[in-house]
């Protein structure tokens, strides 16, 4: 390709480092609750919705599991550390974000969380203002590893593109996944999860962080 038309980045793991901070919350609900193996169980529900993450949870602990419950504990922990301007943001998000709107290059957000969560959080870091479009979670018929959510963030930033067009900044096995089966190219910053042979294959270009794939991302549209 000679120049860059769009970008979509993932929200969490990639512009928020809120995926280690939902674990702590959840390891520090386990202090009192019999909760085996929780970290590794959180780590599986990487890069899904709230009801996968729900399943996944009965499929470990039982139908009898009280998740909405819990559910609700850790948010109201995470609430209290992490509400406002305490929001982890990533290293290098700010950075390649003004990078792309300084070159003029559309940027949109799709993330599995919901939409006014999003809004929320994107809000009250100051970063809204860089995203042409937002797609969450609750506006896709499927979820990740499904392309919905990239298509559709596709269709909002320029319509009739071919989805070939697009990059997708992700750090989730299911979101490398959704942005390969969308046909358009998976870039890989991990997070918590390190690419296995399967990602590998299907990832256009794993990448060590923002600062160096904004770089990358520029190289082709010439800025």
Request: aromatic share 8%.
């Amino acid at each position: 390709m000679n120049s860059l038309p769009a970008v979509i980045f993932d929200m969490d793991g990639v512009i928020f480092d809120t995926e280690r901070a939902v674990i702590n919350c959840w390891k520090t609900l386990s202090e009192t609750c019999d909760l085996p193996d929780i970290e590794n169980i959180c780590i599986e529900c990487i890069g899904t919705t709230s009801e996968m993450t729900r399943s996944i949870m009965l499929r470990h602990y039982g139908n009898d599991f009280p998740y909405d419950e819990l559910s609700e504990q850790v948010s109201r922990i995470f609430e209290q550390r992490y509400s406002g301007r305490n929001l982890p943001v990533k290293n290098g998000a700010e950075h390649i974000l003004s990078h792309l709107k300084a070159a003029g290059i559309k940027v949109a957000l799709a993330s599995s969380t919901r939409s006014d969560i999003v809004r929320r959080e994107l809000t009250d870091t100051g970063l809204i203002g860089y995203f042409d479009e937002i797609v969450g979670g609750e506006m896709a018929a499927r979820s990740k590893p499904a392309p919905d959510i990239f298509l559709m963030a596709a269709e909002k930033l320029a319509a009739g593109s071919s989805p070939d067009h697009f990059y997708v900044i992700e750090d989730s096995y299911n979101g490398i996944r959704a942005a390969h089966a969308a046909g358009m190219h998976p870039v890989m910053v991990p997070d918590i999860l390190q690419p296995d042979e399967e990602i590998l294959s299907l990832a256009e270009i794993v990448l060590p962080d923002l600062i160096t794939a904004a770089d990358w991302l520029l190289s082709f549209s010439g800025n």
